[in-house]
């Protein structure tokens, strides 16, 4: 069992949901995200996502993008992102996962990158040019490492094929609650509710959901039919917005917006 | 290591090479475009309207046209241009917009996108979709709308928004990350052209396809009219649509018939060989994922894509189709490259020697055809594909012109 299992469990026997706040490695520092990641579990996040930064994301919007074109104009690299996990991991009372291009895997080597990312204390990885078509191979890999492939669901797969994305997947299956790119949205499709009820009804694993959450209200509309919520592009951009102010200031606030966001799973 | 003949498999792979990288949100309507364009393949309706329009609508078939000064100017081979620059709109590109355009008609959308670097595939689309009454929004770098203005005033005359984009290295790479970011969202009602034989599966077999008129209009042609094959076969290679379209049907006659055509692709050599100075991944890049497809890539040690350098904006990619992968690792096609200093001084040969003033793209293989020529006997014959017509790009030349006699 790995470590999303055992969190999953302990929220379901709770009955509660998780809360999975994302922040880009390395935005504005590597320093900052190392100080983040413990943080945001203090205040109630129950897995953390990291963006590893790539040139050429085509599935996030421009809150997202942005702050992958800041880190890399750093040049910030592969091994210091791993580096700066394992220096994190420890002191996070939650399960890290990483959202990573499989143009930046398979360049490293799948095998290594699993390997050198899972002992840097990280649980999972959610690799979204990465379909199930084409994950056969890498699926084994995490498999055989103990290392949970989070796979994603659109509301544009058809449900036969969501029912197969779900039995390829480990550590919890992720919804795209929008046909489009990450960011925040005012308002979510009608028909999401009864797809992630559905979906939730035929998979073996947690179903959480991503792309366009930001508000309080968007988790108490959801949080009935989820098991966990995903909330990037407004957390990104709230580091961003503070990025200059002293560095207390930023954690905290955005301790305090995680909070809020939990608050209201009640 | 054996290599099959017929490509891609029903995953999408050339040997290794192609298949499909995108998003989940995707994967549906690549699946839906794969059927429909096996379905219109197999109906003779589709072929018929396709045809009728490359023949009334483009003007084909194009010439293949004997460059007699051009040839006594290299010393060599007999030189021949596939005269591709006189289609309809300027380009090959309209091969492949008008069976895309037809697809988009039979699949019930209604709106098209497209990415373009030198214009002339955003000039082709604009075309077709006015053509077919479909709304159009083509992304383009900032930087090629700077050097590449004639074809954007085209675009919007026929009737396309143009998008401009800012991120990244603003050229034609970052225009593909905008069309597939629009493409997620309005995938139900929207069909994106891709301009060349890049991209997730089944654009890279579909966009060569229809490109491929260019090589078997070349091979009827050399048999009716020269009775024989050329011994040499020369296209520029950015994303390489005009260079698979030429080269698909000589692959094939050469691997069914053992004729020995020998093919070259020319890349952009840029201004030297160092990283981020040209863009040509198959001379000097390694195989990775960009824009969904797996092919040689110019990408850093951890998977980010480096910046590339060339001239001419439709070469300005630093990656390329998966079937180049293929063929250059099977042995069916040599890649080279040509830099920017040797095409620019290709395009003043063309023009002074022929009246044709050849697109950039074009003039890196006109370029390298003239060297390759020269070291042929007068008895062989050579072909380039001359891609595109170069007015696009008079105004960037006398730029770099009057900059480089500036210094």
Known sequence: ?266 | MSFPVNVPDAAGRFGSFGGRYVPETLSQALSQLDEEYRRAQADPNFQRKYESLLKTYVGRPSPLYFASRLTEQAGGAQIYLKREDLNHTGSHKINNTLGQALLTRRMGKQRVIAETGAGQHGVATATACARFGFECVVYMGEEDIRRQQPNVFNMKLLGAEVRSVSSGSRTLRDAINEAMRDWMASVDNTHYIIGSVVGPHPFPMMVRDFQSVIGRETISYCQDQLGKLPDCVVACVGGGSNAAGMFAPFVEHNLENNTGVRLFGVEAGGRSQQPGDHAAPLSFGSPGVLHGSFSYVMQNEDGQTEDVHSVSAGLDYPGVGPEHSYWKDAGHVTYTQCQDGAALAAFGTLAAAEGILPALESSHAVAKGMELAAGMSREETLIICLSGRGDKDAAEIARLRSESKGQ
């Not at chain 1, 050198?116 to 498999?143: H, M, N, R, T, Y």
């Open chain 1, 1 to 266: 069992m790995s470590a999303i299992d055992e969190t999953f469990q302990s929220l379901r026997q709770a009955d509660r949901k998780a809360f999975i706040p994302f922040v880009t490695a390395g935005d504005p520092d590597l320093e900052f995200t190392a100080d983040i990641l413990p943080r945001l579990a203090d205040a109630g996040a129950a897995i953390c996502e990291v963006g590893i930064p790539y040139s050429d994301p085509i599935a996030d919007g421009p809150v997202i993008q942005a702050s992958y074109t800041r880190a890399l104009d750093r040049k910030i690299k592969l091994n210091e992102i791993i580096d700066m996990l394992a220096r994190a991991t420890p002191r996070t009372s939650c399960p890290v996962v990483t959202m990573v291009s499989y143009a930046i895997v398979h360049r490293y080597g799948a095998r290594q990158f699993v390997a050198d990312v899972k002992s840097a204390g990280v649980a999972g990885a959610i690799v979204p040019d990465l379909l199930v078509d084409e994950a056969e191979e890498f699926k084994q890999i995490c498999d055989a490492a103990d290392f949970s492939l989070i796979q994603l669901v659109s509301p544009a797969t058809p449900r036969d094929r969501a029912v197969r994305i779900a039995a390829n997947s480990s550590g919890f299956l992720y919804y795209v609650s929008v046909m489009g790119i990450t960011g925040e949205r005012r308002e979510l499709p009608p028909q999401l509710l009864e797809d992630v009820s559905w979906l939730r009804s035929r998979a073996q694993l947690p179903v959480c959901i991503g792309f366009g959450i930001s508000t309080a209200e968007h988790v108490r509309q959801l949080a009935p039919v989820a098991d966990g919520l995903i909330v990037g592009s407004a957390i990104v951009r709230r580091v961003e917005a503070l990025a200059d102010r002293p560095r207390e200031e930023c954690l905290g606030q955005l301790s305090d917006y995680v909070r809020e966001m939990v608050a209201a799973f009640g």
